[in-house]
């Protein structure tokens, strides 16, 4: 009884035995990427590698929309920021246009003229002025010499509109030339021996960077300035922004 249950015990490891070559052998023959048994590592990796829950999926949802929400702000506040310096170095640059222009215009020989006519013949002194009357700042080298461009509603010779300025008016030097071979000047207003340039204050009208469109409130050295006002078209004396937003400091673009 003893020898049977012995031989039974080994029939069946011997089978058992069989049976497992017999896997390995399929198993070797399927595909080479299933020897797990060779690989143990490889059986490490497999066995113990797991995706993201649900838990850490929401809070790194959570975590994006907080950061999100905290950068929005910022970046919107920087981009309002750099539209207010592009608006404040845009006004500087028309107004210091409109400031040339009319700096240019002291001693027109036109209004030189007009005014030895309106005097008269009273005196030669009256004549010998040759030009507007005025305090002649040293940054202005030329003088404008078309005075078609003023209307009669314009004596404070303003430019009459920014297209003025871009499209440029005929000027010639202060300094008059001395001819060769001569000895004396040629007065003021002898505008013959003057070599005669077109002078463009304005490269182009600028955009507004509030509103996107070159839609510049106007204001004459007649009018209020304000933002209920309307231009009356005599002249430009200054330029303002028709938006009626808040700037960061608490005044408004209008005013500025």
Request: charged residues 25%.
């Amino acid at each position: 009884m003893r020898r049977g249950e012995r031989r039974d015990a080994a029939t069946r490891r011997h089978g058992d035995t069989a049976r497992k070559a017999e896997c390995a052998d399929a198993i070797d023959s399927f595909s080479p990427r299933l020897r797990v048994s060779a690989s143990p590592r490889l059986f490490f990796r497999v066995s113990t590698s797991r995706g993201f829950t649900l838990i850490e999926l929401v809070v790194t949802l959570s975590i994006l929309t907080i950061l999100t929400l905290g950068v929005i702000p910022l970046v919107k506040l920087s981009v309002k920021r750099q539209r207010e310096e592009r608006l404040r170095e845009t006004l500087r640059e028309m107004r210091a246009a409109i400031d040339q222009f009319h700096r240019d215009t002291i001693g027109m020989p036109c209004a030189g003229a007009a005014l030895a006519q309106g005097q008269g013949g009273q005196g030669q002194g009256g004549q010998g002025q040759g030009g507007q009357q005025g305090y002649l700042d040293p940054r202005s080298t030329v003088r404008i010499a078309d005075c078609t461009i003023f209307g009669v509603d314009n004596p404070d010779h303003y430019p009459p509109d920014l297209d003025t300025l871009v499209k440029g008016v005929s000027v010639e030097p202060r300094v008059p030339t001395i001819p060769l071979g001569g000895t004396e000047a040629p007065a003021p207003t002898d505008n013959t021996l003057l070599a005669t340039k077109k002078k463009v204050y304005l490269r182009e009208i600028p955009i507004d960077p509030m509103t996107g469109e070159q839609d510049w409130q106007l204001c004459s050295t007649y009018d209020s300035c304000e933002p209920s006002a309307s231009w009356g078209q005599e002249n430009v004396f200054n330029v303002r922004s028709t938006s009626r937003e808040t700037a960061l400091n608490g005044e408004k673009y209008s005013d500025w």
